[in-house]
């Protein structure tokens, strides 16, 4: 069993950066691969990147690529999500997940969840 918290939310102007991290629980948790989600109110969960167990392969949302950047730590075991140049449309509750499907980006391939932190990008 693998048990997720999330930290590093917070409000942002526009343009601003973030960084979020995932502390993960268990000692299987190198043999995850772990995703980053995100869900507006009204919307939809929807995808945000990817990394794989090793950390040497990523997967990005066009939305993102170029400006987030995904990664982790099996030694220390957070998995991160550097955010850069935010939009206020990226304002959502950002979950961090962890599933055995190589990189997907369908959340329902991903089987643990940790309670998501709040990102509030400022216009």
């Known amino acids: 069993q693998v048990q997720l918290v999330e930290s590093g939310g917070g409000l942002v102007q526009a343009g601003g950066s973030l960084r979020l991290s995932c502390a993960a629980s268990?000692?299987?948790?190198?043999?995850?691969?772990m995703g980053w989600f995100r869900q507006a109110p009204g919307k939809e969960r929807e995808f945000v990147a990817a990394?794989?167990?090793?950390?040497?392969?990523?997967n990005y949302a066009d939305s993102v690529k170029g400006r987030f950047t995904i990664s982790r730590d099996n030694a220390k075991n957070p998995v991160y999500l550097q955010m850069k140049r935010l939009k206020p449309s990226e304002t959502a509750v950002y979950y961090c997940?962890?599933?055995?499907?190589?990189?997907?980006?369908?959340?329902?391939?991903?089987?643990?969840w940790g309670q998501g932190t709040q990102v509030t990008v400022s216009s």
């Open positions: 268990g000692r299987t948790f190198s043999s995850y691969v």
């Open positions: 990394i794989s167990t090793s950390g040497g392969r990523t």
């Open positions: 997940a962890a599933g055995r499907i190589f990189l997907s980006r369908l959340a329902r391939e991903y089987a643990h």
